[in-house]
């Protein structure tokens, strides 16, 4: 009986020694550090892909558009945000944004230079064919550059900026 008693004893100061040994530690086991890779969530958001097109209303409706149409043409931005499969966007937003410098619209080589600056038009949620956003028209020849940032918001799909692209009211085409 007495062994049975001290082997009880030795486990029971094993048991109280590790406690001990544990509560002494810099930090407890299973107890999180403080470091954000304790606070990240297991899904990141992988890099997409960020087109900007442009649409021009027609009698039977909007047709795609060239880089350069006639000056009146109505201008329609469509952005499309797709994952690295290849999937459009179902969650997020975008905003248009134009070039702008000197006090008038300008090409968007002003604005990745930096001597102009990208002025919102809109923002609006992701649609599931592409965003779509009115432009408007100009009566005179001009080129006006365009672009539009992504918001992800929780989709997987990184936030991102489209390239820029120009389109140009031509007096005759």
Request: proline share 3%; aromatic share 10%; with cysteine.
């Amino acid at each position: 009986m007495i062994r049975h008693h001290s082997k009880t004893v030795v486990v029971a100061l094993v048991a109280a020694a590790t406690l001990a040994a544990l509560a002494c530690s810099e930090r407890p086991p299973l107890a999180p550090d403080g470091s954000t890779a304790d606070v990240r969530l297991g899904i990141q958001a992988a890099p997409g892909s960020y087109v900007i097109s442009f649409l021009k209303e027609t009698s039977t409706g909007l047709a795609a558009a060239a880089d350069t149409e006639a000056v009146g043409t109505y201008l329609v931005l469509k952005s499309e945000v797709r994952d690295y499969a290849g999937n459009l966007a179902q969650i997020g937003s975008v905003t248009y944004k134009y070039c702008w410098a000197g006090g008038t619209y300008a090409p968007s080589a002003s604005c990745n230079s930096g001597s102009g600056i990208w002025k919102r038009l809109m923002s609006m949620n992701v649609d599931s064919i592409g965003s779509l956003a009115g432009f408007g028209y100009c009566s005179t020849p001009r080129t006006i550059g365009f672009r539009f940032t992504y918001q992800g918001r929780n989709s997987g799909i990184a936030n991102g900026v489209s390239a820029s692209r120009d389109f140009t009211w031509a007096a005759s085409i």
